[in-house]
């Protein structure tokens, strides 16, 4: 009979509520629904009723998950800006010199947006908005694209590839240098006139790379 008193009790202890299991996959749907009416009417067009009626709820059903429209949206530009973060870690994990790596990383993220804008225009938009809207967002998403960066070249240096004293430094240099080959309004102005970013960004990551490699004697022997 104690043993299945303490059974009845254990299982009321770590019985989850139906609500804390649904959450992430619900808040996941409403992404996606707001996802598939942004790419159909436009942000403008799409509101918190909108994407209720799509998922057949009530528009308090989505406010049980994010508080208004614009947290939606925000929570668009949050999952783009992780797919990207996702993306470039497999550069840095992957085998091989640092270099190639970190030329691959640069390049997947500049054809990455490339596409956005040519094959998904209504989010790109929403996605340019929001970074110019939110400082705050664009400064964790930079934090955290600078970081795995430097994992990069603190490998190289490991490697003795790269001749760096600060990778913390480097990586700040190198992230300053392919922005404007990254940000989605650089790309949407460059694809609008019809300029071939990718062989600007090789170049000047040949630049960035012959640079990282060399340990530079002259300005090492200088006084300081």
Known sequence: MKYVTCCILLSRCVRTDPMD??????????????????????????NVVDIAQAMGLSHSAIYRHFRSKAE??????????????????????????????LLALVL????SKCRKYAQDAEMHALYRRILEERPDLVLDYAQRMTGLVRRIIADGVERREFVVDDPDIAAGVVRD???????PAHVEAAAKAGIDME????????????????SWPEERAAPR
């Open 72 to 101: 939606i949206f925000d929570a668009l530009a949050e999952a783009t800006m992780a797919e990207e973060a996702v993306l470039a870690e497999t550069f840095v994990e992957a085998d091989g010199p640092a270099s190639a790596r």
């Open 108 to 111: 997947a993220l500049h054809q």
């Open 21 to 46: 299991t649904a959450e992430p996959s619900q808040r996941d749907r409403i992404l996606q629904a707001a996802t598939d009416l942004i790419r159909r009417f436009g942000e403008a067009k799409t």
């Open 199 to 214: 062989s600007g960004l090789r170049n000047l990551m040949k630049v960035i790379l012959r640079g990282l490699s060399s």
């Open 177 to 183: 240098a392919v922005t404007v080959f990254v940000h």
